[in-house]
Nanobody
Framework: VQLQASGGGLVQAGGSLRLSCAAS????????MAWYRQAPGKQRDLVAR???????TYTDDVKGRFTISRDNTKNTMYLQMNSLKPEDTAVYYC?????????WGQGTQVTVSS
């Protein structure tokens, strides 16, 4: 599975961004897809996850602000990020679990200025 993440950028606090993750195969065939982020000097943490059946989970930090979704016809997963805060600044990665292996996109930088 190849994943291509895009949509990062520089935004002021309170602004919005939408990240995209295009998969090389049908996302319905993928067990779980997720967004992670890694800030400088910190570990990579889960932000949001969507299972193949459509159920979603979010880390507490982003609940009510971020929404994970997908377009099955485009084999693309999204992360809508609203009310962004400076502490959301990180490299965001999309990941997928497929047939016992984990796959990662290349990461996209999100920078939120105060």
């Amino acid at each position: 599975v190849q994943l291509q993440a895009s949509g990062g950028g520089l935004v002021q606090a309170g602004g919005s961004l939408r990240l995209s993750c295009a998969a090389s195969r049908s996302i319905l065939s993928i067990g779980a897809m997720a967004w992670y982020r890694q800030a400088p000097g910190k570990q990579r943490d889960l932000v949001a996850r969507m299972l193949s059946g459509g159920s979603t989970t979010y880390t507490d930090d982003v609940k009510g602000r971020f929404t994970i979704s997908r377009d099955n016809t485009k084999n693309t997963m999204y992360l809508q990020m609203n009310s962004l805060k400076p502490e959301d600044t990180a490299v965001y990665y999309c990941g997928a679990a497929y047939r016992g292996s984990n796959y990662w996109g290349q990461g996209t930088q999100v920078t939120v200025s105060s």
